[in-house]
């Protein structure tokens, strides 16, 4: 069943607590709000969401200011705002969520061959070329201290490699890849951080950088179709790892299903991260469930409770 747009909304204002002061006014405003409800509601379902709006009306130069003088912003640039939400969807790509996945990769036998399903602009197919502070503990790339540092609040129980893991070959498949070389694209995922993010972003643009110089190989396709494509090519001589960060949600629930069951009927590794409801067999293994975090896991096995952009993981 389709939720409401004012309740959508509501629980949005709840996640953008202590993350971003602008967003949780807008979208408390907005659920408030029926006329703006019901210009959000022209819109087919997948394109009212509350990070969607927003980013895009960012795009287009909405004053990122109090409620007021963006919702009048807002009525005078509905066409354009509509149009403009028609032909994107959000594909924050955060270099972040790397800091769960690289104690994850470090678990498993190398070298390993990385697919990532929802690559968007490939950031986080790339977690062996960051550096990264787990409290006391530094892990930094092969070839030494990456550009970007990633630091993850994290427990001390957390499994940190003692060498960054070695990942000999990576692709991703994503419905509408992101270029990191080009300008659009890039303007495009800056604009996904929220406002107040200054960390979050300049993080984004140092992950361009490194991504630029040895662009990521992402296929276009839908994401079991792109598996399949992927998996043909990957080298037999390595572990297969295949990632799914922040992607499955997207996915209706049928096709997510069909989706696992192709990845765990194989001889593979499976590393995910997700919000509670999108994987139940994962969910149903976790003692203590945390609404707005997101899930580690590998091969359906809970590992950690993690920020939904990477900002701490608490291993399970
Ligand atoms: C929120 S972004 C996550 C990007 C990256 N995995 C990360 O964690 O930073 C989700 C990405 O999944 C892609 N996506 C959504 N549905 C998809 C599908 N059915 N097949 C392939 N990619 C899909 C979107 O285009 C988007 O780039």
């Not at 659920?31 to 959000?40: G, H, K, V």
């Not at 924050?92 to 990532?116: K, Q, V």
């Not at 994290?154 to 992101?178: E, F």
């Not at 993080?203 to 992927?230: F, M, N, S, T, Y």
């Amino acid at each position: 069943m389709e939720r409401g747009t004012a309740d959508w909304y509501r629980q949005f204002a709840e996640e953008c607590k202590d993350q971003s002061a602008i967003f949780e006014d807008w979208a408390l405003g907005i659920a408030e709000d029926p006329q703006i409800i019901s210009l959000i509601d022209s819109l087919p379902f997948q394109k009212r969401q509350p990070n969607l709006i927003f980013a895009v009306s960012r795009l287009l130069g909405a004053p990122v200011s109090e409620f007021a003088e963006f919702r009048t912003w807002l009525v005078s640039n509905w066409q354009q705002v509509s149009a403009e939400a028609a032909t994107r969807s959000t594909q924050t790509n955060e270099p972040r969520r790397c800091a769960a996945l690289i104690a994850a990769l470090g678990l498993i036998e190398e070298p390993i061959s990385l697919i990532e399903i929802g690559a968007s602009a490939g950031l986080c197919m790339q977690p062996d070329r960051y550096s990264y502070q787990f409290g006391e503990a530094r892990l930094d790339p092969v070839s030494g201290p990456s550009r970007l540092l990633i630091e993850s609040a994290s427990s001390s129980s957390v499994p940190i490699p003692s060498a960054m893991p070695n990942i000999a070959w990576r692709a991703g498949v994503d419905l509408n890849p992101l270029n990191v070389l080009n300008d659009t694209d890039v303007k495009w995922l800056e604009t996904l951080v929220w406002p107040e993010q200054r960390d979050r972003l300049e993080r984004v643009r140092l992950a361009i950088e490194i991504a630029r110089l040895d662009p990521p190989r992402i296929i276009k396709a839908d994401a079991l179709l792109g598996l399949k494509q992927l998996l043909e090519l990957a080298p037999s001589e390595s572990r297969i790892v295949v990632s799914t960060p922040a992607v499955l949600v997207y996915l209706p629930y049928l096709k997510r299903m069909e989706l696992v069951e192709e990845i765990v009927s194989r001889d593979i590794d499976w590393i995910s991260l997700d919000a509670l409801r999108v994987l139940p067999e994962v969910d149903a293994k976790l003692q203590d469930p945390k609404p707005f975090q997101f899930t580690l896991s590998m091969n359906s096995n809970p590992l950690a409770n993690v920020g939904a952009h990477g900002q701490f993981i608490e291993w399970i």
